[in-house]
């Protein structure tokens, strides 16, 4: 259970910019009723635990807004800025002053709105450019809203400082950066208690040093967690899970996955076992994954324009509830 919290912890620290603050509810209260069309993005992964898989719902906000919202204000922002004539289209005129987009933290991928003019231009294709059709570019151009990264596995138990306090990156160590010591390794203490591990200061690992850029995880087995978020990726982790947790095969090849394997509960099993032969099979899974019953549920707030540091809360436990037939839920997971 212990690596298991781990693994969730490493996962969900990634989200936090300036080390979370990660708290949990009284043991069996039910989980906050939410406002009435909650602005928020949800998101499923799976772990990929030894004994079973263990199913988590990620539901994330910034400054109380969902990931989705924060995007189309950011293309309504730049909309408004550059509209110079106020008539709520964009001209090819207008849209060579807007910056070009940045789709990578190094700034080496950038995409100019101008110079895919014919891109952005689609409904319709009037040589103008409206509100609508910026947003749905942006959301192309930058794509799903939430994705898993991955570091370099290797790396050397060694931290070099000099890269980290050297901000201008001018091979010099100036006073007034020996200055700002304190607050850039701040930024680093993940759990926030003014000390630092090898884990947050070493490049390979801390994803908050730029130094080491972080690259999207491949859906593979080699990886502990699965996003799935549409019809090829619920596909995707579902022939993965029969691969890893199949205990069995039937007749015509097809991998099946017992109840005990998957780790969830009887009414969620017995929700999806179509043909009630107390096994899933492929198909079953696949519409399981489309609507799964988390194991764990974590509320995540970031802020962006207000002050603050980022939360991370466990809104829900199921893990040790379906091992124990009894509700129980994390007292901390600091």
Known sequence: MDALRIAVFRLVAALALAGPAITAGPACAAPPAEAAGADRDVHHLVLLAPGHPVFIEMRVQVDGQGLRSVRTAYAAKLFQQY????????????????????????????????????????????????????????????????????????????VDLFLLLDSNHDGRISRAELEAAPQVLHKLDLDD?????????????????????????????????????????????????QQRYADSAS???????????????????????????????????????TSPVPHLVIDAQLPLTKRGKPTLQVMEDRITAVAKGRCACLTSWR
Do not use: C
């Not at 930058?142 to 596995?153: A, I, N």
């Open 83 to 158: 509209d110079n004539d106020g008539d709520r289209l964009l001209d090819r005129e207008e849209a060579k002053a807007i910056p070009p987009l940045v789709k990578s933290a190094s700034a080496s991928e950038t995409v100019s709105i101008a110079d895919r003019w014919e891109a952005v231009d689609v409904n319709p294709a009037d040589d103008k450019v409206s509100l609508e059709e910026l947003a749905a570019y942006i959301d192309r151009v930058f794509g799903s809203t939430f994705l898993l990264s991955v570091k370099p596995k290797s790396a050397a138990q060694s």
């Open 251 to 289: 007749a015509s090849g097809r991998a099946q996955m017992s109840r005990e394997v998957l780790g969830i509960d009887e009414a969620s099993f017995t929700a999806h076992d179509a043909d009630g032969d107390g096994t899933l099979d492929s198909g079953e899974l696949a519409a399981f994954l």
């Open 193 to 241: 208690d003014e000390t630092y591990t090898i884990d947050e200061l070493q490049p390979f690992r801390n994803p908050q040093i730029p130094q080491v850029p972080a690259t999207p995880a491949s859906q593979t087995t080699e990886q502990p967690f699965l996003l799935f978020d549409d019809a090829e990726s619920i596909e995707r982790v579902a022939q993965q899970l």
